[in-house]
């Protein structure tokens, strides 16, 4: 049997495709049906950005969303991915069990989109808690619903991205409707469970500040937000898309401003929420 590639990144900016191209279309079905494999992009230890403390990040393979700005073009295909036994991760994230506790950390899913593979997700989750890791799920909350409430409960943390509010404006920007996101939102806050928004901040495209509060209402009315991060679009998923052969319409896109990413941080800040 070949042996598998590395499932380390040194970054998640790394092009990384095809990964699970020799696995066969039924295994896929299985796997989504079972959640006894998933398939990941790439996996890194140390990131302090993904959630509290110092942290385990693995990246899902598979998006069912096409954000104009998206950096990771490359998790869009699941077959990208590397297939994983839900075992060998498990096995996997038991090794960083103590060094994670001991730097107040934990293990994040991102993406991709995790809840592609939802049963997966449920699974490895699970099993963390049960090894008492901290857990964050790192989504578009588009597939919010098929989290069951009792698997609800294994995820400590949800970093929910929040697009834009406007829907027109969400569906140009994604492909995708808002409302299943703004609706699993509300069911976290119903649930109290904790919730840190990410925004990403792009000229041109998010950068309205009366959308920006009317997202930054909804968060704030919400009462499960502990803190939005603001972060500012930048190049370095432009490669991907080009080596894809993907048309990029973000080219003469420049990062915003500092004064722009404060202004967006005060429309966050009034409606009652702590900024980063
Ligand atoms: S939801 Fe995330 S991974 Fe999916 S297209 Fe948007 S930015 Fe990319």
């Not at 699941?78 to 103590?98: C, D, Q, W």
């Amino acid at each position: 049997m070949a042996p598998q590639p590395s499932l380390e990144a040194k970054s998640p900016y790394e092009l990384r495709i095809d990964l699970g191209r020799g696995v066969a279309d039924t295994d896929v079905r299985t796997a989504l049906a079972t959640g006894d494999m998933g398939f990941l992009h790439s996996f890194t230890t140390g990131s302090a950005v993904d959630g509290p403390g110092v942290r385990v990040v693995a990246w899902t393979a598979g998006c069912q969303w096409r954000c104009l700005y998206c950096h990771n073009p490359d998790t869009w295909t699941m077959t990208n991915g590397i297939p994983v036994t839900l075992a060998r991760a498990t096995e996997e994230l038991g090794k960083y069990r103590h060094g994670v506790r001991a730097m107040k950390g934990g293990f994040t899913l991102s993406g991709g989109e995790p809840l592609m593979q939802h049963r997966f997700v449920e699974k490895l989750f699970a099993a963390a808690t049960g090894m008492g890791i901290h857990t964050a799920l790192d989504t578009n909350g588009y597939f919010g619903d098929r989290l069951s409430d009792e698997a609800l409960e294994t995820v400590s943390l949800v970093l929910l991205d929040l697009k834009t509010w406007d829907p027109e404006r969400h569906r140009s920007l994604t492909g995708m409707d808002n409302a299943p996101t703004l609706a699993f939102a509300r069911r976290l806050a119903a649930r109290r469970r904790p919730i840190w928004v990410r925004y990403v901040l792009v000229p041109g495209l998010t950068d309205d500040l009366e959308d920006i509060a009317k997202t930054a209402a909804f968060a704030g009315e919400l009462g499960n937000v502990e803190r939005v991060d603001v972060l500012p679009f930048h190049q370095m998923g432009r490669y991907k898309w080009k080596k894809l052969g993907l048309e990029y319409t973000l080219e003469n896109t420049q990062p915003p401003s500092n004064e722009l990413v404060e202004q967006t941080c005060d429309v966050f800040r009034k409606a009652g929420l702590k900024t980063y």
